[in-house]
Nanobody, 114 residues
Framework: QVQFVESGGGLVQPGGSLRLSCAASGFTFSSSVMSWYRQAPGKIRELVAVIRSAGGTSYADSVKGRFTISRDNAKNTVYLQMNSLKPEDTAVYYC????????WGQGTQVTVSS
């Protein structure tokens, strides 16, 4: 059974940092491309960052230089380090594995506000 459990969200002031975690199970994590998505109120879900099995990464232009995606294959966990947060980063953040479309966790809420 494929599962994603996101955690680490919260309320942070503009300019602050958060580190999100996503524990995955039910598939071969180490060989999977992992992604972080986010969905703000009233908006469609958007791709934020991708990390390939060999470690290559890519980012949405809106977060490039501020967010870093990483993975720990021993723990079946993918991370998103978010620095210099802005109010427009406010959203529910989700992780997903390529090839398992339709499987989503509960997400973790990130709110950036003073």
């Amino acid at each position: 059974q494929v599962q994603f459990v996101e955690s680490g969200g919260g309320l942070v002031q503009p300019g602050g940092s958060l580190r999100l975690s996503c524990a995955a199970s039910g598939f071969t994590f180490s060989s999977s491309v992992m992604s972080w998505y986010r969905q703000a109120p009233g908006k469609i879900r958007e791709l934020v960052a991708v990390i390939r099995s060999a470690g290559g990464t890519s980012y949405a232009d809106s977060v490039k230089g501020r967010f870093t995606i990483s993975r720990d294959n021993a723990k079946n966990t993918v991370y998103l380090q978010m620095n210099s947060l802005k109010p427009e980063d406010t959203a529910v953040y989700y992780c997903q594995a390529r090839g398992w479309a339709g499987y989503w966790g509960q997400g973790t809420q990130v709110t950036v506000s003073s």
